[in-house]
């Protein structure tokens, strides 16, 4: 069937100015590492990011190496592209990215030049792109000279194969470095992916305020600690969820007791406020001035739309952020 693209797409969505540049993101993004890859149900994926499109989500997050295997959410994006979303190209912002393994031997990792060009040559024709929105370091290399790692994200946009360029999973103070030398290079840094969650707040302790400081955008992934501060698991284990799916990513023992007793009462407050445990998680984040956008991934087209319904109730009394802090303690 042809597909045409909502025509109230806009309408819902709030747009976020990213850092200082030029650039609007949509509150929600979408990441493509689970559900997207060769072993998944194309038709399924394929409805996720029509609908996702249809919400007004135009940011549609990747890696080289997301699948599995790696490279395959790459090619099934390249696909639905060709066939559906394609003639919406200037409308979406693809984001690509080079640090985690991709191939043998000593250039298919980490942050040499080497490395970074030449892998974002692969993702682009994986894409069947002729250049990406925003391509990432995805993480930082203790042994290549931050220059050589800055420098080639620069020359990517220079060749015309990136329009901006990001740093992933970088500590505030490798942070502070790499920013410094991207705008020494005329190349701003637009943006800092980091893992960011009701029980992962690291970000909170140095990073938010540099990104503030340099005017670089933030958009946290696994913002529901893949599924962990949802209802997901608060009755078992779903048979469909990614727990049972065996990730090694997300497993049994992370859904320990202590865990269980936290996810119960932010479900409960939740309720309170008329929200899902995951709407509250999402707003939780979005809530801080830092963060441009929350990178969610997504099993099904419920959860998409469970999701972006966030965006009505985005604020916090400083006695309920402090009753959270208490659960979280
Ligand atoms: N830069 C990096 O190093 C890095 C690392 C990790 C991820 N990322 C990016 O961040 C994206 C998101 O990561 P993530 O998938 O871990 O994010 P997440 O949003 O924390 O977790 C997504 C999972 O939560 C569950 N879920 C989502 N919405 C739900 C809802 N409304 N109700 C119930 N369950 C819901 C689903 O689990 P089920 O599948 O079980 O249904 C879904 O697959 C990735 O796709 C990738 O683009 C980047």
């Given at each position: 069937?042809?597909?045409?693209?909502?025509?109230?797409?806009y309408?819902?969505?709030?747009f976020?100015?990213?850092?200082?540049?030029?650039?609007?993101?949509?509150?929600?993004?979408?990441?493509?590492?689970?559900?997207f890859?060769?072993?998944?149900?194309?038709?399924?994926?394929?409805?996720?990011?029509?609908?996702?499109f249809?919400?007004?989500?135009?940011?549609?997050?990747?890696?080289?190496?997301?699948?599995?295997?790696?490279?395959?959410?790459?090619?099934?994006?390249?696909?639905?592209?060709?066939?559906?979303?394609?003639?919406?190209?200037?409308?979406?912002?693809?984001?690509?990215?080079?640090?985690?393994?991709m191939?043998?031997?000593?250039?298919?990792?980490?942050?040499?030049?080497?490395?970074?060009?030449?892998?974002?040559d692969?993702s682009?024709?994986?894409?069947?792109?002729?250049?990406?929105?925003?391509?990432?370091?995805?993480?930082?290399?203790?042994?290549?000279?931050?220059?050589?790692?800055?420098?080639?994200?620069?020359?990517?946009?220079?060749?015309?194969?990136?329009?901006?360029?990001?740093?992933?999973?970088?500590?505030?103070?490798?942070?502070?470095?790499?920013?410094?030398?991207?705008?020494?290079?005329?190349?701003?840094?637009?943006?800092?992916?980091?893992?960011?969650?009701?029980?992962?707040?690291?970000?909170?302790?140095?990073?938010?305020?540099?990104?503030?400081?340099?005017?670089?955008?933030?958009?946290?992934?696994?913002?529901?600690?893949?599924?962990i501060?949802?209802?997901?698991?608060?009755?078992?284990?779903?048979?469909?969820?990614?727990?049972?799916?065996?990730?090694?990513?997300?497993?049994k023992?992370?859904?320990?007791?202590?865990?269980?007793?936290?996810?119960?009462a932010?479900?409960?407050?939740?309720?309170?406020?008329g929200?899902?445990?995951?709407?509250?998680?999402?707003?939780?984040?979005?809530?801080?001035?830092q963060?441009?956008?929350?990178?969610?991934?997504?099993?099904?087209?419920?959860?998409?739309?469970?999701?972006?319904?966030?965006?009505?109730?985005?604020?916090?009394?400083?006695?309920?952020?402090?009753?959270?802090?208490?659960?979280?303690?």
């Amino acid at each position: 069937m042809t597909y045409f693209a909502s025509t109230s797409r806009y309408e819902n969505m709030k747009f976020n100015r990213c850092g200082s540049s030029g650039l609007l993101l949509p509150a929600v993004s979408l990441g493509l590492w689970h559900n997207f890859g060769g072993m998944d149900d194309f038709n399924k994926m394929k409805e996720i990011l029509l609908k996702a499109f249809d919400l007004g989500i135009t940011h549609f997050d990747l890696a080289n190496n997301y699948g599995p295997p790696p490279g395959s959410a790459e090619i099934n994006l390249k696909n639905i592209l060709k066939s559906e979303l394609g003639k919406h190209r200037d409308e979406l912002i693809i984001s690509t990215k080079a640090g985690y393994l991709m191939w043998e031997g000593p250039y298919g990792e980490w942050g040499s030049r080497k490395y970074l060009l030449s892998s974002l040559d692969q993702s682009l024709k994986r894409m069947g792109l002729d250049y990406v929105d925003i391509f990432y370091s995805h993480r930082p290399d203790p042994e290549t000279p931050l220059e050589e790692t800055m420098t080639a994200l620069h020359s990517a946009v220079q060749q015309g194969k990136a329009l901006y360029v990001g740093i992933s999973n970088y500590s505030a103070e490798q942070t502070t470095k790499a920013v410094k030398i991207l705008k020494k290079l005329g190349t701003p840094c637009l943006i800092h992916q980091p893992r960011y969650n009701m029980f992962d707040r690291w970000v909170e302790d140095g990073l938010l305020d540099v990104l503030e400081k340099h005017g670089v955008g933030c958009i946290p992934f696994s913002p529901l600690a893949q599924g962990i501060l949802t209802d997901r698991y608060l009755n078992g284990i779903p048979e469909d969820s990614r727990v049972a799916g065996e990730s090694i990513f997300l497993k049994k023992e992370h859904l320990d007791p202590e865990v269980m007793v936290k996810v119960k009462a932010l479900n409960q407050h939740a309720e309170q406020r008329g929200q899902t445990l995951a709407q509250l998680a999402l707003a939780w984040i979005l809530s801080r001035k830092q963060i441009t956008s929350v990178l969610v991934g997504a099993s099904s087209v419920d959860q998409l739309l469970a999701n972006t319904a966030t965006l009505h109730n985005l604020s916090f009394s400083k006695d309920e952020m402090a009753y959270i802090d208490n659960i979280l303690l």
